[in-house]
Nanobody, 125 residues
């Protein structure tokens, strides 16, 4: 069965960087667009970034544009989220997700078929 496993979260000071990874198994990874979402306590899950099946196009939330970079390695069934210039408001559980369709609905959780359990990112001094 499909499984997505995130790693790379942790505690970082404001202005610092983290690189999240998400390894997929049980799916043909190159047939899926991939997304990253996050959820802070008491808030709804929100879109962070997405990347097409080939990696040729990317989308970002306005709140992370210019600070976060999504990438993928189809040979390793892995999608990455490089997070730089982190802010306290970036604190959340970050989850990766897979969808066979990269459309205008890429920003919405309901468009994704498979989800990881998430990794905690805490930005604090």
């Amino acid at each position: 069965q499909a499984q997505l496993v995130e790693s790379g979260g942790g505690l970082v000071q404001p202005g610092g960087s983290l690189r999240l990874s998400c390894v997929a198994s049980g799916i043909t990874f190159s047939s899926y667009a991939m997304g990253w979402f996050r959820q802070a306590p008491g808030k709804e899950r929100e879109f962070v970034a997405a990347i097409t099946k080939s990696g040729g196009a990317r989308s970002y939330a306005d709140s992370v544009q210019g600070r976060f970079t999504i990438s993928r390695d189809n040979a390793k069934n892995t999608v990455f989220l490089q997070m730089d210039s982190l802010k306290r408001e970036d604190t959340a559980v970050y989850s990766c997700a897979a969808t066979p369709r990269y459309t205008s609905d890429i920003y919405y959780p309901h468009s994704y078929d498979y989800w990881g359990l998430g990794t905690q990112v805490t930005v604090s001094s």
